[in-house]
């Protein structure tokens, strides 16, 4: 017995040093956590792009906005001033915002914006999360021109789970109006029409050399031949998907949305808006100049696009570091070679390049579900009010376009926001009844009847409760055109369990999902004419709006709130308003 007694004593010492060793090594990384403090400044900036200077909204004067640098654990506090004179808010896309939904930033959901003149600080840790988010406005469309990147590293003396790149750039991709896009959005919603399309894209804020006056200031990425170097690479364009490429090099996807990913290689990227994608690029070819370029990926078909291209160019340096010599001049000199760009409409390379993401070892996806939703989500058309001129209904036909989910189209408030309604208890701000599934079934992705066309304006939410395990099935509709939507949940990651295309159908379809290793993400590409099911555990409490990320939709009415409630203790509360809180 005494052998035995001795390997238990041992076994139970063995574990207490290892818990004891787990307390420390947790302690030591909080307490290499830092607080980042940083000062916001929304004003109006001259900025000239395509020969013309616009008064821009930015942030600091710069376009686009700084980019903020820290490492998992780390806490951000973002006093922002507004100095511009349109109300503002920022938000932080895909960070967990644990307990924190105060500091989420969409206007009316979680605040009241921050009016001209005022300010408000921005306080929250960011937890277990690694790779590339962003922030960016987050009332009107301010985003167009408001926003930058968010770069999270690992714990210090933590290594990446990739070869160490050299050198890492984030690579930002926009959309620019020869226009105020304040004044873009305002006339559309006048008239009831779609807006405007954009004039330009751009590479960190660059059109590039394909556009009018934009050559001399277009974006150059410096590598070294044979280095191995980190792209970040976001799409903040306001309303438009885009395929992303680099002549003749390959690229190696190992994260999106701030988590990783299983490595795979692609010549091709495709970003909804609000989707991030880290690649690594080895400098594998002739010392020369490479374009790298975006354009439009456009799924809806008959509808107007900026059918331009942006380009940035990706410049060899002498192994050297010597500028001056004359293969530097050379390669300097050299006109840079375009890549092929899949064409407008290229669902196929579309859907492999989704169906490659995998997470990089077996996920915890909820298996059992204890909230199972199914959301159809798309356009519609609102007859002309008895009460509008024709000048105020130039949709198709005479009407004003719309978008919905479960035919709700939704509606902000505009006195308080639903967070601190849902807070403080004050009574018709919104209502907590919006439909767990479609009120009316039909064909979605076929003909629809148009009796369907017209959605009812609400501010609606719909309730989970703390822990519970939530499936959510997301469904594009033919109604007005099919098209390929970037679903956002806010204060939440989710796994992409499966995508497919038509109707959705649990009996057929279940047997497809990926519940081994299915991607981690904080935006979803619904397919157009399709379906893709998200799960995640509704363990954040708070208020989360869950919308489109075509700005142009969520103006629409592209959106819900997710309410989801408090648990048990403080732990599993949402902490209390801070005390400069805007105020409507």
């Known amino acids: ?29 909080s307490a290499n956590a830092k607080i980042h403090e940083h000062e916001f400044v929304v004003q109006a900036t001259p900025v000239k792009r395509l020969c013309k200077t616009h008064n821009t909204i930015t942030v600091n ?33 895909g960070v967990r915002q644990m307990r924190t939904g105060w500091a989420d930033g969409p206007e009316f ?3 009241c914006p921050i009016r001209p003149g005022g300010s408000y600080t921005y306080r929250f840790t960011v937890q277990g999360q690694e790779g590339t988010l962003w922030w960016h406005a987050h009332s009107s469309w301010l985003r167009a021109t408001v926003y930058g990147a968010l770069i999270i590293r690992p714990r210090e003396r933590e290594p990446y789970p990739f070869p160490k790149p050299k050198h890492e750039t984030p690579i930002l991709l926009g959309e620019w109006w020869d226009a105020n896009p304040i004044d873009v959005v305002r006339q559309a919603t006048r008239t009831g029409a779609a807006p405007n399309v954009s004039d330009a894209y751009t590479i960190n804020g660059q059109p590039g050399d394909l556009y009018k006056c934009s050559s001399k200031d277009t974006t150059i990425v410096t590598i070294h031949a044979g280095e191995t170097n980190l792209l970040r690479v976001i799409n903040a364009a306001l309303n438009q998907p885009l395929f992303f490429t680099i002549a003749n090099h390959k690229l190696t996807v190992v994260g999106a949305d701030a988590s990783y990913l299983k490595p795979f290689t692609t010549k091709v990227l495709m970003l909804g808006p609000g989707q991030t994608t880290d690649v690594l690029i080895t400098a594998d070819q002739p010392p020369s100049r490479y374009y790298m370029a975006a354009r439009a990926y456009q799924s809806a078909q008959n509808a107007a696009f900026d059918n331009t291209t942006t380009t940035a160019i990706l410049q060899y340096q002498s192994p050297h570091h010597n500028n001056h010599s004359h293969h530097s001049k050379g390669i300097k000199k050299a006109k840079p070679v375009m890549p092929p760009l899949p064409a407008y409409n290229d669902t196929n390379t579309v859907t492999a390049f989704s169906r490659s993401f995998k997470s990089p070892r077996k996920a915890e996806v909820p298996i059992e579900i204890d909230e199972s939703l199914f959301f159809i989500v798309g356009l519609g058309l609102n007859k002309c009010p008895k009460n509008f001129r024709a000048r105020r209904c130039q949709g198709p036909n005479g009407t004003r376009f719309t978008a919905s989910i479960n035919n709700v189209s939704f509606v902000l408030p505009n006195n308080v926001s639903i967070l601190q309604a849902h807070y403080l208890g004050i009574p018709e701000v919104f209502t907590t009844d919006f439909p767990a599934k479609p009120p009316v079934k039909f064909d979605y992705t076929g003909n629809v009847s148009r009796s369907l066309w017209q959605p009812v304006p609400g501010t609606k939410a719909h309730k989970l409760k703390f822990g519970s395990r939530v499936q959510i099935v997301l469904q594009d509709t033919s109604i007005v055109t099919p098209e390929n939507h970037p679903i956002h949940l806010h204060g939440y990651d989710f796994y992409i369990v499966a995508e497919g295309f038509g109707n959705f159908d649990a009996k057929k379809d279940t047997k497809k999902f990926n519940l081994v290793d299915p991607p981690l993400r904080n935006t979803v590409a619904v397919p157009v004419n399709g379906w893709a099911v998200i799960r995640f555990v509704a363990d954040n409490p708070g208020a989360w709006l869950m919308h489109c990320h075509l700005d142009v939709h969520i103006g629409w009415g592209l959106a819900t709130v997710l309410l989801v409630e408090n648990g048990v203790g403080k732990l599993q509360s949402i902490e209390p308003p801070p005390v400069d809180l805007p105020l409507c």
């Open 61 to 93: 004067g710069q376009y686009p906005g700084p980019t903020l640098e820290i490492n998992n654990g780390d806490t951000l506090v973002v006093k922002v001033t507004n100095k511009a004179r349109y109300n503002v808010t920022i938000h932080w896309h």
């Open 1 to 29: 017995m005494e052998p035995v007694k001795t390997i238990l004593n041992n076994a139970k010492y063995s574990s207490i040093f290892f818990a004891i060793f787990v307390l420390l090594a947790s302690a030591l990384s």
């Open 109 to 111: 959901v979680t605040q």
